[in-house]
């Protein structure tokens, strides 16, 4: 066997192995990716209970909201382990819609949206908010690239050997589309 023979059995298989080898990059780029959406939403769910407890002294006719939020934020934490994605990230927009309640049913309680640290709760919640999405645009991103390599000639043949699937779009539930109506709030 010569050299140049070595050379066409070698660069096909030498090309298949750098695809691969991107292809496992890519899918660890965009598990990394969710990871940053987990942390984040770790810190969201950790800061939750400070804004209950400090909403819940001023705002006994929003009892059913605070409790809904408990709730979900429960079910969020149950889900992190072992839900699938699709699953969690439907859990993640109901508790963001409900806080989001929470936080404009604020503005009927001016003895509550003046007091110092309701005032901090909301601003660290909006810059973990602010955090989140950008981790979910960064997961999208991610997620993007690696369905290109599994799904673009030879990487669909090294992803159908390999049984790769796509990770699911993150993506804005139908609830999160509709603008919220604060006024259905600020009515007691």
Do not use: C
């Given at each position: 066997?010569?050299?140049?023979?070595?050379?066409?059995?070698?660069?096909?298989?030498?090309?298949?192995?750098?695809?691969?080898?991107?292809?496992?990059?890519?899918?660890?780029?965009?598990?990394?990716?969710?990871?940053?959406?987990?942390?984040?939403?770790?810190?969201?769910?950790?800061?939750?209970?400070?804004?209950?407890?400090?909403?819940?002294?001023?705002m006994?006719?929003?009892k059913?909201?605070?409790?809904?939020i408990?709730?979900l934020?429960?079910?969020?934490?149950?889900?992190?382990?072992?839900?699938?994605?699709?699953?969690?990230?439907?859990?993640?927009?109901d508790?963001?819609?409900?806080?989001?309640?929470?936080?404009?049913?604020?503005?009927?309680?001016?003895?509550?949206?003046?007091?110092?640290n309701?005032?901090?709760?909301?601003?660290?919640?909006a810059?973990?908010?602010?955090?989140?999405?950008?981790?979910?645009?960064?997961?999208?991103?991610a997620?993007?690239?690696?369905?290109d390599?599994?799904?673009?000639?030879?990487?669909n043949?090294?992803?159908?050997?390999?049984?790769?699937?796509?990770?699911?779009?993150?993506?804005?539930?139908d609830?999160e589309?509709k603008?919220?109506?604060?006024?259905?709030?600020?009515?007691?």
């Open positions: 066997m010569t050299w140049t023979t070595l050379a066409i059995l070698a660069i096909p298989l030498i090309l298949l192995y750098i695809w691969y080898v991107s292809i496992i990059s890519r899918r660890n780029a965009t598990e990394e990716a969710f990871a940053g959406i987990d942390v984040q939403l770790k810190k969201r769910t950790d800061l939750i209970p400070n804004i209950l407890k400090i909403a819940a002294s001023f006994q006719h929003e059913s909201l605070l409790e809904d408990t709730r934020r429960t079910e969020v934490l149950k889900a992190s382990g072992q839900a699938a994605q699709t699953e969690r990230f439907a859990l993640e927009a508790l963001s819609q409900k806080m989001g309640s929470l936080l404009v049913a604020v503005e009927n309680y001016p003895e509550l949206k003046s007091q110092q309701m005032l901090e709760a909301q601003r660290v919640y810059d973990v908010e602010e955090h989140i999405s950008a981790a979910r645009r960064s997961y999208n991103a997620g993007k690239r690696y369905r390599a599994i799904q673009i000639f030879p990487g043949l090294i992803a159908a050997i390999l049984s790769l699937k796509p990770m699911p779009f993150f993506a804005v539930a609830t589309r603008p919220i109506d604060a006024d259905s709030f600020l009515q007691s």
